[in-house]
């Protein structure tokens, strides 16, 4: 069966983390949720959330996927040496990497935006284009294997842009 790597850290965004689980758990993957450590994390809006692997870039053969949700947890991701190298091998192995509202920031950290075109929250366009990357600022956007949307309202495309990328790739 196939598995999803859901990151997870404090102060996500409640609604981009829980839209996606679910998703993919109704789509027949595997939901992993990982993060810098095993444990509870506090969502923005005060949901308990529970990680029950920690980030291993040497698992990345495991996973079909990364989803990195938004909130303020992309800030917390990118000081994590482990979860940048987690991203950066699954975009190395050609595996999706998919990145919400402020999710981009870790994308940004792990180097592998440059010359892509990315959306993301508009508040973040300067970090994105500044990191080399073209921002498009469309509700959802795919390059290659990075697929990327602006906020809560764009899930629903993306979800379906995103589990049917997953379906080609059997």
């Known amino acids: 069966m196939k598995r999803i790597a859901l990151l997870l850290e404090d102060l996500v965004e409640d609604v981009e983390f829980i839209y996606p689980l679910y998703r993919f758990k109704e789509e027949g993957y595997i939901v992993d949720v990982l993060a810098p450590r095993v444990g509870e994390f506090v969502g923005k809006k005060g949901m308990i959330f529970h990680a029950s692997k920690k980030i291993d870039p040497d698992n990345t053969d495991m ?6 949700p938004g909130g303020y947890a992309p800030d917390r991701f990118r000081r994590d040496k482990e979860t940048l190298e987690f991203i950066r091998k699954m975009y190395n192995e050609g595996k999706i990497v998919a990145a919400i509202c402020h999710g981009p920031w870790a994308l940004i950290s792990a180097r592998i935006i440059k010359g892509k075109r990315v959306t993301g929250f508009f508040s973040i366009r ?4 500044n990191a080399g990357a073209i921002y498009t600022g469309k509700p959802v956007e795919v390059d290659g294997n990075i697929i990327t949307g602006t906020d809560p309202k764009a899930m629903p495309e993306m979800m379906k842009i995103l589990t049917a990328m997953l379906k080609e790739r059997g």
């Open 126 to 129: 300067d970090d994105i284009e």
């Open 63 to 68: 996973y079909e996927c990364v989803f990195i």
